[in-house]
């Protein structure tokens, strides 16, 4: 006999043991780790990650909540004629619906406007989507919380309380995107390095356990040029939240010849650029103001999609013909002819080819009504 006991626990070294600890968190360049999914998508270009924080800043009034609005009304929105009118290339990209397995839940929260203010957020986003605005509340899909004003008759301060019903609001509601409309009062101070580090550690957390994305908006430093490298986040907390952020969009406001637009610009982003979009708000549902991308800001980084040849769109309409039945809406001739059966899968290259078709009068409005707007038909003038 050998004297030798196999059985006997094996000691591991200390190397061996901080090893076994480290071994969780070591990269593996065999591992097939997935692309993230994003909530968003402008002009094809994805942003604000499922799992974490997003930032919107920009100098006082200048449209900071508008933002906010159109963000929301196209992921509440995606895919109805009247949002795709008023938010041209902002959408949800379909493999984050297909991931999520549902259409996305949006809680909206606002810290610094009077009550009627929010009230329009929640009331632009309704029209926007095309959904009754004297429907009752509150929407599964869509809740907002006005949290201005907290009861003072407490010994909690107004920004812990806020911050508790933000957090509760969180876990009864379990939405897939949030907006925070400000960070600045949930805490004592912009300064305030340890409370400040302690919330946004928390959301970071929330966002990924929770499997959502937190957009939070917080003022420039005043007096800067707001699309220049010293257009900073307000304070320290600007600092920290500019370096956790996936995506920092501003909002600028500019005024030529009395007209009003806000430009919207990516100040900071970890994959690919977006492109600027120029939006105005417009009187189209009377004094509610809605805001209507007019354009791809002048100094767009990519060229708008083209459209495909005339006779490619003409032949895949006249498979179309045959394959469904017509008049169409604009959504299933962009995703069933041009999609299907032309093999696109871009959104702007769909949408060009549509706008491209309707102008050469290959398809003309009907007279019959498809979720509330004049469907297309195909003109009379087609060789087929």
Same mark, same amino acid.
């Given at each position: 006999?050998?004297?030798?006991?196999?059985? =006997?626990?094996?000691?591991k070294?200390p190397?061996?043991?901080?090893?076994?600890? =480290?071994?969780?968190?070591l990269? #593996?360049?065999?591992?097939?780790?997935?692309? /993230?999914?994003?909530?968003?998508?402008?002009?094809?270009v994805p942003?604000?990650?499922?799992?974490?924080?997003?930032?919107?800043?920009?100098?006082?009034?200048?449209g900071?909540?508008?933002?906010?609005t159109? !963000?929301?009304? @196209?992921?509440?929105?995606?895919?109805?004629?009247?949002?795709?009118?008023?938010?041209?290339?902002?959408?949800?990209?379909?493999?984050t619906?297909?991931?999520l397995?549902?259409?996305p839940?949006?809680?909206y929260?606002?810290?610094?406007?009077?009550?009627?203010?929010? @009230?329009?957020v929640?009331?632009?986003?309704?029209?926007?989507?095309?959904w009754?605005? &004297?429907q /009752?509340m509150?929407?599964?899909?869509?809740h907002?919380?006005w949290?201005?004003n907290?009861?003072?008759?407490?010994?909690?301060?107004p920004?812990?309380?806020?911050?508790?019903?933000?957090?509760?609001?969180i876990?009864?509601?379990?939405?897939?995107?949030?907006?925070?409309?400000?960070?600045r %009062? !949930?805490?004592?101070?912009?300064n305030?390095e340890?409370?400040?580090t302690?919330? !946004?550690?928390?959301?970071?957390?929330l966002?990924?356990e929770?499997?959502?994305?937190?957009w939070?908006a917080?003022?420039?430093? /005043?007096g800067?040029?707001? #699309?220049?490298?010293?257009?900073?986040?307000?304070?320290w907390?600007g600092?920290? !939240?500019?370096?956790?952020?996936?995506?920092?969009?501003?909002?600028?406001?500019e005024?030529?010849n009395? *007209?009003?637009?806000f430009?919207?610009?990516?100040?900071?982003a970890?994959?690919?650029?977006?492109? %600027?979009?120029?939006f105005?708000?417009t009187d189209?549902?009377?004094?509610?103001g809605?805001?209507? *991308?007019v @354009?791809?800001?002048?100094?767009?980084?990519?060229? &708008?999609?083209?459209?495909?040849s005339?006779?490619? *769109?003409n032949?895949?309409?006249?498979?179309?013909?045959?394959?469904?039945?017509?008049?169409?809406?604009r959504k299933?001739?962009?995703? &069933?002819?041009?999609? @299907?059966?032309?093999?696109?899968?871009n959104?702007?290259?769909?949408?060009?080819?549509?706008?491209?078709?309707i102008?050469?009068?290959?398809l003309?409005?009907?007279?019959t009504?498809i979720g509330g707007?004049?469907?297309?038909?195909?003109?009379?003038?087609?060789?087929?």
């Amino acid at each position: 006999m050998s004297g030798e006991n196999n059985n =006997l626990p094996q000691i591991k070294t200390p190397e061996q043991l901080a090893f076994d600890q =480290l071994r969780p968190y070591l990269l #593996d360049p065999r591992e097939d780790y997935p692309e /993230p999914y994003c909530m968003l998508e402008y002009n094809g270009v994805p942003f604000g990650k499922v799992g974490g924080l997003g930032a919107i800043s920009g100098q006082k009034k200048n449209g900071k909540s508008f933002v906010f609005t159109q !963000l929301m009304a @196209a992921i509440l929105g995606d895919g109805i004629e009247r949002t795709q009118e008023y938010l041209g290339g902002l959408h949800v990209p379909p493999r984050t619906i297909e991931y999520l397995g549902h259409k996305p839940k949006v809680l909206y929260v606002d810290t610094e406007m009077e009550k009627l203010s929010s @009230a329009k957020v929640l009331r632009r986003v309704h029209w926007l989507c095309g959904w009754d605005l &004297k429907q /009752p509340m509150p929407n599964d899909q869509f809740h907002v919380l006005w949290l201005k004003n907290m009861p003072k008759d407490t010994d909690v301060r107004p920004y812990r309380q806020r911050y508790q019903l933000i957090k509760l609001a969180i876990e009864s509601l379990n939405p897939d995107i949030v907006f925070i409309d400000g960070l600045r %009062d !949930l805490l004592a101070s912009i300064n305030d390095e340890e409370s400040g580090t302690q919330i !946004l550690d928390e959301l970071a957390s929330l966002a990924e356990e929770k499997n959502m994305c937190i957009w939070l908006a917080l003022h420039q430093n /005043p007096g800067r040029t707001q #699309d220049s490298d010293e257009a900073k986040m307000r304070g320290w907390i600007g600092t920290e !939240l500019g370096n956790k952020v996936s995506d920092t969009l501003i909002s600028i406001k500019e005024k030529k010849n009395g *007209i009003v637009t806000f430009t919207v610009k990516q100040q900071d982003a970890r994959d690919k650029d977006l492109d %600027d979009w120029k939006f105005e708000v417009t009187d189209d549902a009377g004094k509610l103001g809605i805001p209507k *991308i007019v @354009a791809n800001a002048g100094d767009s980084k990519r060229q &708008k999609p083209e459209h495909d040849s005339k006779e490619d *769109i003409n032949k895949w309409l006249a498979e179309a013909y045959t394959m469904y039945n017509w008049p169409m809406s604009r959504k299933d001739i962009k995703q &069933k002819v041009f999609g @299907a059966i032309g093999g696109q899968r871009n959104d702007g290259r769909q949408q060009a080819d549509l706008d491209f078709a309707i102008e050469e009068r290959m398809l003309e409005e009907s007279t019959t009504k498809i979720g509330g707007h004049y469907a297309l038909q195909l003109a009379d003038v087609l060789p087929f």
